[in-house]
């Protein structure tokens, strides 16, 4: 016979059970929601401060999100290459947000764009100014490594 037989226990002991088992299911979406958390978290990491680079001294600096210019975060999400007031030299739209270069050997941070003074426009920085790494080729080609 495999029926089964609980006549045998205590409803107390009965009561145990269930108050054990919903407590294992609390913790264990307590310990889900903890990972869950912490896994966002680091994935946003990036996102919370933004490196910048001034063009006159080359000093890089970090600015919160959240800090930023209303008027630096509408126009660089619509795609245009802004600069910000720096509060390293002074001036106004003097620095460019950076980027870390990816090849290992080199990890400098460089603009993402610059103001060419003798074209009288700003210029994309395609690759690394240091190395000439290119960073979208350089993650195709190290795909998972
Ligand atoms: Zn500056
Ligand atoms: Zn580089």
């Not at 996102?47 to 660089?76: A, D, I, M, N």
Request: with cysteine; hydrophobic share 40%.
């Amino acid at each position: 016979m495999v029926a089964l037989d609980l006549g045998g226990w205590s409803d107390k002991r009965k009561t145990i059970l269930i108050v054990a088992a919903l407590a294992a299911i609390v913790v264990f979406a307590v310990v889900a929601v903890i990972i869950s958390l912490s896994g966002s978290r680091k994935m946003s990491e990036g996102w919370e401060e933004v490196h910048f680079l001034c063009q006159e001294t080359g000093e890089r600096f970090l600015v919160k999100y959240p800090e930023l210019p209303r008027e630096y975060v509408e126009k660089s999400a619509a795609g245009q290459m802004v600069f910000l007031d720096c509060p390293k030299c002074g001036k106004k739209s003097c620095a460019a947000p950076a980027i870390r270069c990816p090849n290992p050997e080199c990890g400098k941070y460089y603009p993402r764009y610059y103001r060419d003074a003798a074209a009288g426009e700003v210029r994309l920085n395609v690759r690394c100014p240091h190395c000439r790494t290119v960073p979208h080729k350089w993650h195709r080609e190290h795909k998972g490594g």
